[in-house]
């Protein structure tokens, strides 16, 4: 019935991610013309063999990580805020991206503690996910029992807060026992970054990703009834326990890959969700969920083209970009909105 | 009364309700027995505090009863899965909404998850139950909105709405009046007292509009200090069930007038 009005609102927002996608590979420190990135894209006919390595093998997986990349963590913002039915919600106020910091902390510090056993498995296209992963597994977990006792909203965010506060502390005793080379290795990846992926780990990266992403259709159902409260979606004859493990084990694997691959990125979770409320003006999640990833995908998009301050040869981490750019328009929104949804 | 054959849709058996902690369980009301027949309006009476919305609760199972049997058409609803239950009994709760941009229609469409896909695909028979959800609750002039824009009269009669549409026999609603005026409540009243008797379904709600349940009522289900009473208007009457529900000195029973009289002093 209504669905012919956003079939207009997602044919635009393809077109501006096909455009944006474009211009992300456009721009970088070497200039490249326009038509031999094309050439190199579709028929590998360029002027420069350099130019097709940059492209393919540098700015292609970059803009590729982009979009997964914001799109996954605007999802898990989504799913989180639904789950929660609370409008701060997102894997950074949760404490999941920090429980993932965790995981990657361990891995890439916890060798001088914990001796040479994590140090020879370390660091192989699989186990930063797996760590991060299982760091924010762990952490979400921990939010969960928490909450299945306090029920209470507000007291779950600050119990979310407690936890990343507690995993930030244990990373800051772990890199003080550290070597300074281990410390910048995180430290640097704590930027985060969306470039620095080989096809190799791209591939492992678009597998969990693919697999998240279906599986988030299969609680669309659950995530709609939800809107109306548990004891409604219980009443509807919805299994909210199984539910709620599944959005959650969905967030932590998300939120993990996407944190061990790019660093843990700000902003996007949170906020990507309310621009895709205010621009569909819905809350159903069959419209919410396409509209939302592909925003989030638009969005980091956006920021990574800003990140690499076009025709210079500096790189601002991304974090930066996501938070310096995205705060303040999420506050002019709201601000002139006043209200938000969930 | 007299007919021999009475459908008898929800009966409790002995049911003590409350909550239940670990070792300890506080008890709300024991002893409660009844048997309600199909296509029934019950309203739930009681002061504040003494186990209606327990009762309601513990039927709906959203909560389990300490002790006793509650059953649906002769089946006990510890049988009966949450799917299987979401096809028979529907809510509507006094809880406040989570704030979202649903629409009036999505929202009602939502009762009809029990029977769709598990991508909540709505099937024509899905629309045509809305529909009619929609004509008998005579919302057809709201159903583009944004259920926050709603007065509270309005809602309620879309989240009743929702509960039609979930099509079950039995609708319970917990003090579907307590935000509305004396205009509303009464709209709200009929408009149940009319679904039962156009649709048969049998609808039990708890409300503290006294003087309205008695009179729209066909059966009672009353909460006193001591006894719970479960019957028609004359039987509470000959039981002398009203006399001690409220303070003598404040509120007082009047039988010929078969109304609560509030004393002026």
């Known amino acids: ?342 | 009364m007299s007919s021999s054959k009475k459908h008898i849709i929800l009966k409790a058996e002995n049911l003590t309700i409350g909550y239940q902690q670990k070792k300890t369980s506080k008890v709300v009301a024991e002893n409660i027995n009844f048997e309600i027949e199909k296509g029934q309006l019950i309203t739930v009476l009681g002061k504040n505090g003494i186990g209606k919305s327990t009762l309601l609760r513990t039927i709906s199972k959203v909560q389990k009863p300490i002790s006793g049997n509650i059953f649906i058409n002769q089946k006990n609803i510890e049988q009966i899965t949450e799917k299987e239950l979401s096809t028979q009994l529907s809510l509507v709760l006094t809880e406040r909404l989570p704030e979202s941009q649903l629409t009036v229609y999505e929202l009602i469409a939502l009762g009809r998850q029990p029977y769709t896909n598990w991508l909540d695909k709505l099937s024509s028979k899905d629309v045509e139950k809305i529909e009619t959800a929609i004509k008998q609750t005579e919302i057809e002039d709201l159903k583009d909105n944004r259920f926050y824009e709603l007065s509270d009269g309005q809602l309620q009669r879309v989240l009743i709405a929702r509960a039609l549409a979930q099509d079950t026999e039995i609708i319970i609603l917990d003090e579907p009046t307590a935000h509305l005026d004396l205009h509303h409540t009464i709209k709200i009243f009929s408009l149940l007292k009319k679904l039962v008797e156009t649709t048969s379904k049998t609808i039990i709600l708890s409300s503290h509009e006294i003087n309205l349940s008695i009179n729209f009522a066909n059966e009672i289900i009353l909460f006193t200090d001591n006894t719970i009473f479960t019957g028609n208007l004359p039987y509470l009457i000959d039981n002398n069930a009203f006399d001690n529900l409220f303070p003598k000195e404040i509120v007082n029973f009047n039988r010929n007038l078969q109304q609560f009289i509030i004393n002026k002093k």
Request: glycine share 8%.
């Open chain 1, 1 to 342: 019935m209504e669905n012919k009005s956003y079939t207009k609102h997602f044919i635009l927002l393809l077109i501006l991610l096909i455009i944006l996608f474009f211009i992300n590979i456009s721009f970088g420190s070497v200039s490249i013309p326009f038509k031999d990135i094309f050439n190199s894209l579709f028929n590998g006919n360029v002027t420069k063999e350099s130019w097709q390595t940059i492209i393919v093998n540098f700015r292609l997986p970059k803009a590729i990580t982009a979009i997964l990349v914001g799109s996954g963590l605007s999802v898990c913002g989504l799913l989180m805020q639904t789950l929660f039915r609370n409008p701060l919600a997102g894997p950074f106020v949760l404490g999941i991206s920090s429980g993932a910091s965790l995981g990657v902390a361990i891995l890439l510090l916890g060798s001088s503690i914990f001796g040479g056993f994590l140090l020879t498995t370390s660091v192989s296209n699989w186990s930063l996910p797996i760590a991060a992963s299982l760091g924010s597994f762990l952490v979400l977990s921990a939010v969960i029992i928490a909450a299945n006792r306090v029920k209470n909203t507000m007291s779950i965010l600050i119990i979310g807060l407690m936890f990343g506060s507690f995993t930030a502390a244990i990373i800051s005793v772990l890199a003080y026992f550290s070597e300074a080379d281990q410390i910048q290795q995180y430290l640097f990846w704590s930027f985060g970054s969306l470039g620095n992926l080989s096809w190799a780990e791209l591939s492992v990266f678009i597998i969990i990703y693919a697999i998240a992403m279906l599986a988030t259709l299969t609680i669309l159902k659950p995530l709609n009834s939800f809107l109306l409260g548990e004891n409604y979606a219980k009443s509807l004859g919805i299994n909210i326990k199984k539910s709620r493990n599944i959005t959650l084990l969905i967030t932590s694997v998300l939120t993990g890959v996407i944190t061990a691959f790019s660093g843990p990125i700000a902003f996007v979770g949170l906020a990507v969700p309310h621009i895709a409320r205010m621009l569909f003006f819905s809350s159903n999640h069959k419209i919410l969920l396409p509209a939302v990833a592909t925003i989030g995908a638009i969005v980091l998009l956006i920021c990574d083209t800003i990140a690499q301050l076009p025709t210079s040869e500096f790189t601002l981490p991304i974090n930066a970009i996501t938070s310096l750019f995205g705060a303040p328009i999420v506050i002019w929104l709201l601000v002139r909105k006043k209200r938000i949804f969930v």
